[in-house]
């Protein structure tokens, strides 16, 4: 069965700091994609980026970069020089499903980032 | 180009009754995906619906059903609700072309949700 563990619940950094929010992930699958969420305060959930299991190259756009390693079934995502803007709830997510798409998503329990001024 | 449109937004239920929710995904696209948010068991998900045929399901009642019409515009239903469907239910649309034919999906645009409360 998939999995996905975000371990920290919450994080809390005062703006312009560095910080990375973790995913660990669990499948038996070889194919299989990976995906970043954002949640703001008004609901709907926002698109950051998908990647799928054969392409373990690190993106970075803009201030947000992320860093795919099989090796650690992990694929954590990094926020450089955060603003208050990024405050939201973060979600890392698995699917299985040949095609990559929404359905089928395994979500972690999401982790709650908050950018004091 | 207009997002993914839910409809209601806020909604409450008594226990015992039953409740329609709506998504009109995104012009072009034709996968329509159900997702349940709770505090507890955080984003479930529940269907998705491809052309009218529900494709792939999600591990939940009898209880939760769904539809597509032929505008790809989606419904859930779920009948003698609990307490415990107080939840926000969110759809997500994409492309998602035939899948044994190896077209792909694109990104998935989620709409606001509606907040379901059941007292």
């Known amino acids: 069965a998939q999995k996905v563990t975000q371990a920290q619940t919450e994080i809390s950094v005062v703006e312009k700091e560095d910080v990375t929010l973790d995913c660990v992930y669990e499948t038996r699958d070889t194919t299989y994609y990976l995906f970043w969420y954002k949640q703001p305060p008004s609901g709907e959930l926002v698109f950051l980026i998908r990647r799928n299991s054969f392409d373990e190259q690190n993106e970075i756009s803009g201030r947000y970069s992320w860093n795919f390693q099989k090796s650690t079934s992990s694929f954590n995502f990094t926020i450089t020089a955060s603003q208050v803007v990024d405050s939201a709830v973060y979600f890392c997510?698995?699917?299985?499903?040949?095609?990559?798409?929404?359905?089928?998503?395994?979500f972690g329990k999401g982790t709650h980032l908050i950018i004091q001024p | 180009k207009a997002g993914v449109t839910q409809t209601p937004r806020y909604l409450i239920k008594t226990r015992g009754q039953q409740v329609t929710l709506s998504c009109s995904p995104i012009?072009?696209?034709?996968?329509v995906s159900w997702y349940q948010q709770t505090p507890g068991q955080g984003l479930q998900f529940l269907f998705e619906y491809f052309s009218e045929t529900q494709r792939n399901k999600g591990n939940f009642p009898g209880r939760f059903s769904g539809r597509q019409f032929s505008n790809s515009r989606s419904e859930m239903n779920v009948s003698t609700l609990e307490l415990g469907d107080s939840a926000l239910y969110l759809c997500?649309?994409?492309?998602?072309?035939?899948?044994?034919?190896?077209?792909?999906?694109?990104?998935?645009?989620f709409g606001q949700g509606t907040r379901l409360t059941v007292v």
């Open positions: 997500a649309s994409s492309l998602a072309g035939n899948l044994q034919q190896g077209a792909l999906n694109t990104e998935a645009f």
């Open positions: 997510a698995l699917s299985e499903n040949s095609g990559g798409g929404a359905d089928g998503l395994t």
């Open positions: 012009s072009g696209h034709r996968s």
